[in-house]
């Protein structure tokens, strides 16, 4: 399994982004992916995370009410909308996949993408 992440980019704040964690699998069925962020001199921070088929998402209370997580699981496909971006929003945005099934939210992740620089400048 291999999770790749695109999408980012620079914008100005108060700009959107919309980020894509493209999930290429042979087999197995689909798991529940997290968001993850790391800003300059920053541990990575876990943001989100979307269930299987899309029932359940969890967000950190720093993005709710501006990110939106959603799945596409016939494009085997995650998105992270990013609206009303800050500052702080800046960071390298990686995507993972449940490593653990079965807890909620999930905590282990494994299968890590690239990552997506995000520049969002005041």
């Known amino acids: 399994v291999q999770l790749q992440a695109s999408g980012g980019g620079s914008v100005q704040a108060g700009g959107s982004l919309r980020l894509s964690c493209v999930v290429f699998?042979?087999?197995?069925?689909?798991?529940?992916v997290g968001w993850f962020r790391q800003g300059p001199g920053k541990d990575r921070e876990f943001i989100s995370a979307i269930s299987w088929n899309g029932g359940r998402i969890y967000y950190i209370d720093s993005v709710k009410g501006r990110f939106t997580t959603s799945r596409d699981n016939r494009e085997n496909t995650v998105y992270l909308q990013m609206d009303s971006l800050q500052p702080d929003d800046t960071g390298v945005y990686y995507c993972?996949?449940?490593?653990?099934?079965?807890?909620?939210?999930?905590?282990?992740?494994?299968?890590w993408g690239q990552g997506t620089q995000v520049t969002v400048s005041s």
């Open positions: 699998r042979n087999v197995g069925s689909p798991k529940a």
């Open positions: 993972a996949e449940d490593a653990r099934p079965g807890g909620w939210p999930p905590r282990d992740f494994n299968n």
